[in-house]
Structure formats: C-alpha cells, structure tokens
C-alpha cells in the first residue's frame, strides 16, 4: 500500500484548527481529555473505532472514512503517468518528500514543469530521459520545500514562469482563475484553489491523454493541505471546484501518493 502523507492524528489536528478549536474543547465535545487528543493527533494513541467515529461527528468528517485511513484499509489504486506523457520527480526535504512534475505534449515533447521541489539534477535527467524541451514553468504556489532550486531551473530552461499575484516571484508572469496556458496539445485552465497559501494554483490539464489536475498542497490522498490561511476557504475550493472534474481525473498532489477524483470523493474523510 502507499504510504499516504497523513496519518490519522494529521487529519484529526488539520479539522480542529480548522474549527477552531482548541484540544480541550474538542475533548469536551467527545469526552476525552485534552492529553489524549494531542495523543491522538500525534497519532501515538489510536482510540477504538466508536471513539474515532465521535471525533469525527464533531470535526464534520466522515467516520467510516476516518476509521478506514487509522486502521490501514485505505491507499489509492496506482497510477500509471506514462500513459498520461507526465513524470513525478520526488525530491526530499527536511523530514518529508515533495513532488515536482513534468507534462508534455507526446508528439512534439513540449513540456511543463510544475514546482521545482529541492533537487535539480532529476528534473534535469527526467527532461533528457524522455526528449523533453521545457517550455514554461508553472507554480502550485511558492512555499520553501516547493521552489529550492527555483532560480537554478530559471536560469537553465529560460523560461516564463507562471505565478499567482498574492504569492509573487520576480520576473513572472501573473495569471488567475480561469487564465488558460497551452504547451503544444496540453490546455491548462488555471483554478485559484487558495487556502493552504494565500495564491494557492490546481492546473487542469487536458489534451492528448488522460485529464490531470496538478493540486500542489490543496488536497493529498485521504486528507487536504493544512490550512494555513484558511480552513473554509480551502475546503470549499477543493470541493467545489477540484471534486468537482471528472471522475477519472488524475490528482498530483505536492506530497504523498498519486489519486483521483473518484478515490476522494470515495474514501477522503474531509470531503463526506
């Protein structure tokens, strides 16, 4: 099974700060105490099923969901990106990875690269591996572990960089909801799925084979990106208008595993 980038207690920690509550109030709500909800979501206690699907009902998660991630019964059906012209390039950081990607067109080998992740050599080697020429650079959005090695891409593919205006790079261009890009048969329609981060992008893309949604840190298999900005607002992006595609869209998200559209609207306990 993959190994999905949250952990039952991230889940349980994202929707309290997400409503607002502090662990007291929460273990008030469910009748534990404020020790063991932040053992909880340390993920180092892992109450019964009964006891989970109560914290869920308090935080609007779906229970079942909730106990199905705790208890292993839940990981993505893999995804094939070859038959997508796309490529995942992992890269670590401090404790975790982040992805970067690659798209393109399968005729021409026009390319997209979405984020730079840490490392630049494999994106380099991805480039060459498939015959690629990198023809724009786009950004899910610009927190550290995202952009490392933004300037050493820059410089090596000169290119445009598309960005969003609240989260601004020197020397991009800006675009916005409903902007469109092509690179060769790809369309990107850019969606403003703020939340996560004040400028947060998914870029859609369609054309020349299956439909993918490049998510950057919006939703992960089984779970949504930390609010950092706003709770609501991401929530009601990532349902509204990422759900929302088609079923069989592919979602990339900055960490964790490969899904889709219909995998979380199954399985994810944020999206009931």
């Known amino acids: 099974m993959a190994k999905l980038e949250d952990l039952y207690g ?7 700060r997400g409503q607002k509550l502090t662990e007291a109030d929460l273990g008030k709500k469910v009748g534990l105490s404020e020790q063991q909800i932040k053992d ?11 006891t989970l699907r109560k914290v869920a009902a308090a935080l609007g998660l779906a229970g079942d969901r909730l106990v199905a991630i705790a208890n292993d019964r839940y990981s993505p059906a893999p995804v094939d990106l070859a038959r997508s012209a796309a490529a995942q390039i992992t890269s670590p950081f401090e404790d975790y990875f982040v992805h970067t990607y690659l798209v393109w067109d399968a005729n021409t080998k026009e390319a997209v690269l ?34 490392v090695v933004l300037d050493e891409v ?26 469109t890009l092509r690179c060769g048969s790809r369309t990107l329609k850019v969606l403003e799925t703020d ?12 054309g020349g084979g299956p439909s993918l949604a490049v998510v950057g ?15 609501e607002r991401l ?8 759900l929302t595609l088609q079923d069989d869209t592919v979602l990339m998200p900055g960490h964790g595993p490969l899904t889709t559209v219909a995998e979380e609207k199954r399985n994810n306990p944020f999206f009931p």
């Open 10 to 16: 991230d889940i349980v920690g994202k929707a309290r």
């Open 40 to 50: 909880l979501q340390a993920s180092k206690w892992k109450p019964d099923d009964a």
């Open 114 to 147: 979405f984020d730079t992740g840490t490392q630049a050599e494999p994106i380099h080697e991805a480039v060459r591996k498939n015959g690629l020429t990198v023809k724009m650079l786009c950004l899910t959005h610009t927190h550290a572990d995202h952009i």
């Open 154 to 179: 820059r410089r090596k593919y000169n290119v445009p960089i598309h960005a969003s205006k609240a989260e601004p790079v020197d020397g991009a261009k800006f675009v916005r909801e409903g902007d």
């Open 195 to 206: 939340g996560h981060s004040p400028g947060g992008f998914t870029f859609f893309v369609t």
């Open 217 to 231: 840190d919006a939703i992960f298999a089984g779970s949504m990106g930390g609010p950092m900005v706003s709770y």
């Open 235 to 242: 929530h009601s992006n990532v349902k509204n208008k990422i």
